[in-house]
T-cell receptor, first 112, second 113 residues
Framework: RKEVEQDPGPFNVPEGATVAFNCTYS??????FFWYRQDCRKEPKLLMS???SGNEDGRFTAQLNRASQYISLLIRDSKLSDSATYLC?????????????FGAGTILRVKS | DGGITQSPKYLFRKEGQNVTLSCEQN?????MYWYRQDPGQGLRLIYY???????QKGDIAEGYSVSREKKESFPLTVTSAQKNPTAFYLC????????????FGPGTRLTVT
């Protein structure tokens, strides 16, 4: 089983749609969680950190479910500019040197 | 402007040659990282350094070497021993404690023929 698993997609949605991505992680002791966005042939950029209580940043909402070991990202009112690959990233903690573990990414294509 | 720079953006080398990729940051971050990304795969950690003059192997260190003589610089050498060196190489840095997020440079796309 991969340490961080994501549905690779692609998710093809129309502008204005709501889309949700899930990500599961295998290490129950994982300490911190992030969503990064990566555009084609560019570096990953931090979209948001994920907190236990869930957090929202504009059209983006992240949720963490420790019991089921999954993280979700919800994008409301999708824009064409949201088209990218979304990377789920997990920090398994000090025991593992605080080394981030990256999922392979979920591709989102927003169409007009 | 604070940030992480990597050079060059594109690099072409012949098989059997060593090549060094540059990574510089002016964010005053203690920790720096090197990853490689292959199509359809997640980022894989090559080497990381949490403090000057110290570094550790990541998951795929074979065929690579690094140095960390200055806080702001963490160059990566891809040696001829690396069997599949063609990839997108990303450098990152992190501030504060281990649980903080990492920030990435723009990457170097290496092609070896």
């Amino acid at each position: 089983r991969k340490e961080v698993e994501q549905d690779p997609g692609p998710f093809n949605v129309p502008e204005g749609a709501t889309v949700a991505f899930n990500c599961t992680y295998s290490n129950s002791a994982s300490q911190s969680f992030f969503w990064y966005r990566q555009d084609c042939r560019k570096e990953p950029k931090l979209l948001m950190s994920v907190y236990s209580s869930g957090n929202e940043d504009g059209r983006f909402t992240a949720q963490l479910n420790r019991a089921s070991q999954y993280i979700s990202l919800l994008i409301r009112d999708s824009k064409l500019s949201d088209s990218a690959t979304y990377l789920c990233v997990v920090n398994p903690g000090r025991e593992y040197g605080n080394k981030l573990v990256f999922g392979a990414g979920t591709i989102l294509r927003v169409k007009s | 402007d604070g940030g992480i720079t990597q050079s060059p953006k594109y690099l072409f080398r012949k098989e059997g040659q060593n090549v060094t990729l540059s990574c510089e940051q002016n964010l005053n971050h203690d920790a720096m990282y090197w990853y490689r990304q292959d199509p359809g795969q997640g980022l894989r950690l090559i080497y990381y350094s949490q403090i000057v003059n110290d570094f550790q192997k990541g998951d795929i260190a074979e065929g690579y070497s690094v140095s960390r003589e200055k806080k702001e610089s963490f160059p990566l050498t891809v040696t001829s021993a690396q069997k599949n060196p063609t990839a997108f190489y990303l450098c990152a840095s992190r501030a504060g404690t281990g649980l903080h997020e990492q920030y990435f440079g723009p990457g170097t796309r290496l092609t070896v023929t």
